[in-house]
């Protein structure tokens, strides 16, 4: 299947600094594609994959489980410590999950974690009944585009397969356990007022990682997808503040050519 229009993997070689960006469950690129750009346009190396089975359609999903999108990210990082002094991962939501595990298992590898509404667990009644539900229900409905600015609107699948579901389920169960593992500085951004994932996600991940250097701040203005809503600026400035401070060449190298 061809993929989405605006839903396409992002690439920018720049600088001796590289970022990973994940993004999240049933979404795509579209959805951190303008912080890519304003890191690439202040001369960083940018890599922002497409997971496997998102940016098409839900029915390419369901075919595939969290060891898919994980492994994804796993190549884009290993390609970019091949060419980069220095490594940061970031993610929205379930990015926020496979960038936390990138930190875990690479260990000293990645200098910094910067994550977005963090999710950290499947909520709800309907979480319970996933084991047994996803063989007789194919699909739910979707969680895409929750954003509180008029006009904007993450590209993202309508239904959420439950197969899938069940795999992040797993996942997250996974990443919770080797969270104690995450010793680098942290950066967490939550909103406020988020439908999809709720605060005690990010209350759980501050509580079991290990690192000492964790920044915590509050999005009073955005829901869920808060790097498409109206603290996008926001993050983007404090996340490359954070860069910045962790890898004295950021910001010294002057806007690279190209995109």
Known sequence: MPVLPGAEPFRHEGGEVGILLCHGFTGSPQSLRPWAEYLAERGLTVSLPLLPGHGTR?????????????????????????????????????????????????????????????????????????????????????????????????????????????????????????????????????SQQDHVVPPADSARILSRVSSTDVTEILLEQSYHVATLDHDADRIFEESFAFFGRLAPSVGKEGTAAGG
């Open 58 to 190: 839900w029915e390419d999903m369901q075919l595939t489980g969290w060891q898919d999108w994980y492994a994804e990210v796993d190549r884009a990082l290993r390609a970019l410590r091949e060419r980069s002094a220095q490594v940061f991962v970031a993610g929205l939501s379930m990015g926020s999950a496979l960038a936390l595990r990138l930190a875990a298992k690479h260990g000293d590898a990645v200098t910094g974690v910067v994550v977005v509404n963090p999710a950290n667990k499947v909520h709800g009644l309907s979480a319970h009944a996933l084991p047994v539900a996803r063989h007789f229900v194919r699909t739910t409905k979707g969680i895409a585009s929750d954003i509180a600015r008029e006009g904007s609107a993450e590209l993202g699948y309508d239904r959420v397969p439950l197969h899938s579901a069940h795999s992040l389920k797993t996942f997250f169960r996974l990443v919770d356990g080797e969270l104690p593992q995450v010793t680098q500085p942290l950066l967490l951004l939550r």
